[in-house]
């Protein structure tokens, strides 16, 4: 059944895409931004224009390909922009330094969402049990101590089992990323 059948515009759909991308990303394109200008007003002024420029220039987004390198694209330039008509208020960083520092955050953005994704395969490898503990620590966000009171354990055996179930997962992923 396509959006028209039911009832949606393929305008509301699209916008809909955009909004989860950009819930999903926001916070890493701030943080792309950031690395470039190092300044906090200046990152924030920049990213309420490029969440701007994003929401304009999303209808020639081609949404078989990854968002966040295509917003991180973008906000480049509007960084760029930024920096031209900011010059006079102070020194910054070098036109070459600042495309070096963007391809870098830009590639390493790429290598950190493999590597999650590499992360979620390995616990799904995990038993039950081990994927319980993590999701009650990472997920839940309970404390060790309150675990162990929970299921009856010392605290220290608890400690120990993420620490096996850490390194577990941190070999299955590097041995996944070597495979890759």
């Given at each position: 059944?396509?959006?028209?059948?039911?009832?949606e515009?393929?305008?509301?759909r699209?916008?809909d895409?955009f909004?989860?991308?950009?819930?999903?990303?926001r916070?890493?394109?701030?943080?792309?931004i950031?690395?470039l200008?190092l300044d906090?007003?200046?990152?924030e002024?920049?990213?309420?224009?490029?969440?701007?420029?994003?929401?304009?220039s999303?209808?020639?987004?081609?949404?078989s390909?990854e968002?966040?390198?295509?917003?991180?694209?973008?906000?480049?330039r509007c960084v760029?922009?930024?920096?031209?008509?900011?010059?006079?208020r102070?020194?910054?960083l070098t036109?070459e330094?600042?495309?070096?520092?963007a391809?870098?955050?830009i590639?390493?953005?790429?290598r950190?969402?493999?590597?999650?994704e590499?992360l979620?395969?390995?616990?799904?490898?995990?038993?039950p049990?081990?994927r319980?503990l993590?999701?009650?620590?990472?997920?839940?966000?309970?404390?060790?101590?309150?675990?162990?009171?929970?299921?009856g354990?010392?605290v220290?055996?608890?400690y120990?089992?993420?620490?096996?179930?850490?390194?577990?997962?941190l070999?299955?992923?590097?041995?996944k990323?070597?495979?890759?």
């Open positions: 059944m396509g959006a028209a059948e039911l009832g515009t393929p305008d509301l699209r916008e895409v909004l989860t991308c950009f819930s999903r990303d916070h890493r394109i701030y943080r792309f950031f690395s200008l906090e007003n200046d990152a002024e920049v990213f309420q224009q490029v969440s701007v420029e994003l929401w304009k999303f209808g020639g987004f081609d949404e390909r968002f966040l390198p295509w917003a991180c694209t973008v906000a480049y760029q922009r930024y920096r031209r008509t900011a010059a006079k102070g020194v910054f036109d330094l600042i495309a070096v520092i391809d870098e955050r590639r390493t953005s790429n950190s969402r493999h590597r999650l590499l979620e395969e390995c616990l799904a490898l995990l038993g049990r081990d319980e993590v999701g009650m620590v990472y997920r839940d966000g309970e404390s060790a101590g309150a675990v162990a009171e929970r299921i354990k010392a220290q055996t608890i120990n089992r993420l620490n096996l179930i850490r390194r577990n997962l070999d299955c992923v590097n041995r990323s070597a495979h890759a």
